[in-house]
């Protein structure tokens, strides 16, 4: 039987090449040789440059793993303060985005077209409750500014309520969409009057028409009646028609309406010096 045997030539020949290797670059640096030196010298580079691929192949991974964990504690300290630079971005983002909302709030309350030439005290919201027994805004405004119980109070958009508890520096503003508030409407296109009442947060305002034969039209604007001794004035908007009901006796019952105001975003509104506010 045969018997395989490794052949040493392959080791001699590395052992060759890297006495060589060792002799020419000793010769180089006693002296300068000359072109001979410099030809051996270029094969032998060649020669060896298979081995030399070979040994990269093999330690440059390994060289690299060492590095990464030497470097991993300055690796995570970058990674940190790219993501604190990422966070504080988005904080800008936010924060620039939260200041046109306050912006566009304000330019809305300059001017309302429905409050006319009544005095008003500018006020923010400082907070608000919709438990299931009231549904309210707190104002950061009070007795020390002229606000007043009974208040109107409106935003940009349209009525809000009026106030009901007031202290020196604050105030508490009942909302329209409250179960307990009455606000007296009228249509905007037929004058036609009626009463809205709330149903409590995010739903549709009742109305009752005391005309039984009037028809409010889908999309139809609402505005406050300002009816003698009414404690909002005439025309601030309170919402839109959602149905148009149905006629039950003198009244046509079953109108609803969705309020002009999202209580849902309410940051800057406008407490009305209103002479009926004290009735």
């Known amino acids: 039987m045969a018997v395989y045997r490794r052949t040493s030539r392959p080791r001699y ?32 580079r060649d020669a060896f440059a298979p081995v030399q691929s070979v040994a990269s192949a ?20 970058e990674n940190a303060h790219l ?25 809305d309350l300059q001017d309302i077209p429905s409050i006319g030439d009544i005095d008003t005290i500018s006020a923010r919201v400082i907070g608000t409750s919709a438990s299931s027994l009231e549904l309210t805004a707190e104002l950061d405004k009070g007795t020390s500014s002229g606000v007043a119980r009974g208040m109107p109070v409106v935003a940009g958009a349209g009525l809000v309520g009026r106030v009901v508890d007031v202290s020196r520096r604050r105030a508490v503003v009942v909302l329209v969409t409250d179960p307990n508030s009455n606000v007296g409407i009228r249509l905007a296109s037929t004058g036609d009057t009626g009463v809205a009442r709330g149903n409590g947060p995010g739903r549709r305002l009742s109305v009752e028409l005391l ?67 004290n009735r």
């Open 13 to 44: 020949t590395l052992l060759l090449l890297i006495l060589t290797s060792i002799t020419v670059v000793t010769l180089d640096y006693r002296s300068d040789a000359g072109g001979a030196i410099t030809s051996i010298k270029g094969a032998a």
């Open 211 to 277: 005309e039984g034969t009037t028809v409010a039209r889908v999309g139809e604007p609402v505005v406050t009646s300002g009816l003698q001794q009414s404690i909002f004035p005439p025309g601030i908007p309170v919402g839109l028609i959602q149905s148009k009901g149905y006629k039950e006796g003198p009244e046509r019952k079953g109108v609803t309406l969705v309020p002009m105001v999202d209580f849902t975003r309410l940051t800057f509104v406008k407490v009305l010096i209103w002479p009926g506010a």
């Open 58 to 77: 093999v330690f440059d991974p390994v060289a690299n793993v060492i590095n990464g964990i030497l470097h991993y504690g300055d690796l995570e300290n």
């Open 83 to 107: 993501r604190e630079q990422l966070a504080e971005q988005r904080g800008q983002v936010v924060s620039a985005r939260a200041d046109k909302s306050e912006a566009d709030a304000l330019r």
